[in-house]
């Protein structure tokens, strides 16, 4: 595991096939969904990776790879990448042989990277809200009468490249989840204050 920082506009490098972009967040109080969280604004963690080259340097993927420029295969300002202002925690993954095609070697980078951000995560919860330059908060609010509305969300579960984490320790982490393949894709419900806190992570 290499790990580097990209700083805005640094983009014309080089970077193995993407496995992920999380944000950086922490539960103060509170389980996912209720409570206060913490979340770092202007970075966020991107994850990539590929076979060593003595392997045939295989990148990581099921189907295509996104290897190449950085700027070439990432749309900033768009929900679920990097804002064009964000610094950029680049983990780079170098497999061994077969393993950037598996289930188990993905999962593996995945914990990896979120065992890292952990003592990132421990210096953002003891962070005093009063240093917090914005703030949001979210009510779940029972209107009675009102139309009752299910949102219906298909997510990735045939595992390696095209799996979902569920309910993990930390909002949009990996350690302490649940694969949706181990509860064999079954449905699932989450209120809409849980999906904001991050209770869902698609590892892709």
């Known amino acids: 595991m290499k790990i580097n920082i990209i700083n805005p ?9 993407n496995l992920d972009f999380s944000p950086v967040a922490v539960k103060v109080s509170g389980c996912l969904g209720e409570g206060t969280t913490h979340a770092a604004s202007g970075i ?3 994850l990539t990776g590929a076979e060593a080259k003595e392997f045939g340097g295989f990148q990581a993927s099921n189907i295509g790879s996104s290897e190449g420029k950085l700027k070439d295969h990432v749309v900033r300002n768009k929900f679920g990448t990097p804002d064009s202002s964000d610094i950029i925690l680049h983990f780079d993954f170098i497999f061994n042989e077969g393993h950037a095609r598996t ?3 993905i999962i593996a980078a995945h914990m990896a990277a979120d065992e890292f951000i952990e003592d990132i995560r421990s210096c953002l919860k003891s962070l005093s809200a009063d240093t917090a330059y914005k703030s949001k908060e979210y009510f779940d609010t029972l209107k009675i009468n009102s139309p009752r509305i299910v949102l219906v969300k298909l997510v990735s579960g045939l595992g390696c490249m095209y799996e979902t984490a569920i309910f993990p320790g930390e909002p949009g982490g990996c350690l302490n989840s649940r694969s949706i393949m181990d509860v064999s894709n079954m449905p699932l419900f989450v209120t809409p204050s849980q ?10």
């Open 44 to 46: 966020t963690v991107m």
């Open 9 to 17: 506009g640094k983009d014309s490098i080089f970077t193995n096939a």
């Open 195 to 204: 999906y904001k806190d991050g209770v869902v992570h698609s590892l892709c």
């Open 103 to 105: 289930r188990e070697g």
